[in-house]
């Protein structure tokens, strides 16, 4: 009940300092949305996009799960979260941004990785198993469950994400169109660093490095 009351006191202390603020953001975000970009992340608890990314209300339109996982295109008569935002963001919001948001010490990454007995879970091995082949290419490179063995499964399971991304038609179209791009990023929370993969050296790369640099 304590966290409880701490969550009520940090709601007033939003309304007072932020939501009634002089330029208040909610101004125009009470009538609309208007985000550029949709971020794709994992549910831990560690990995909260709009404060590792320092966003405002309003920037990014976000959908968590287990291992930031985006399944395959596939339009059948089952109830689909993941796909159903991603069709209001890319449909309707005509975000012009797509982010797969990965981390390392992913608790879901890791329970793939040690393949625990599907029952388990009701629904998480099955939710993990779109990324059984990406599992079983890292196990063909890593023989042991290792930290690097996982680092790898996070990493190629956000190509994996992006390439499900392309599944979907209208992401393929808006894509081709030049009018969408599609970012895999990494959120490394032992250094605190920030990785995007790069297409051309096909390594996911530190986008602070530069800052880090200037820094000393
Ligand atoms: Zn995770």
Known sequence: MKEIRKFINGFKNF????????????????????????????????????????????????????????????????????SSALEYAVKFLKV????????????????????????????????????????DKVFAQYPTLSVEACTACEMAGILHSMNNLLSFPWVAEQVKNGNLEIHGWYFDLKDGQLLSYNDESHLFEPLTLSYLNVKG
């Open 96 to 135: 012009q941004n797509i982010m797969i948001l990965g981390h390392s010490s992913c608790g879901g990454i890791k329970s793939l990785m040690e393949n625990k007995i599907s029952d388990e879970d009701e629904f998480i091995s099955m939710w993990l198993s779109i990324l059984s082949s990406v599992r």
């Open 15 to 82: 309304r007072d300092e932020y939501y009634f603020r002089e330029n208040s953001p909610f101004l125009e975000l009470q009538k609309h949305q208007n985000p550029s970009t949709m971020v794709i992340a994992c549910s831990d608890s560690r990995t909260d996009p709009s404060l590792i990314l320092q966003c405002e209300p309003g920037e990014i339109f976000v959908v968590r799960n287990i291992a930031n996982i985006v399944p395959p295109y596939e339009p059948d008569s089952k109830h689909h979260g993941v």
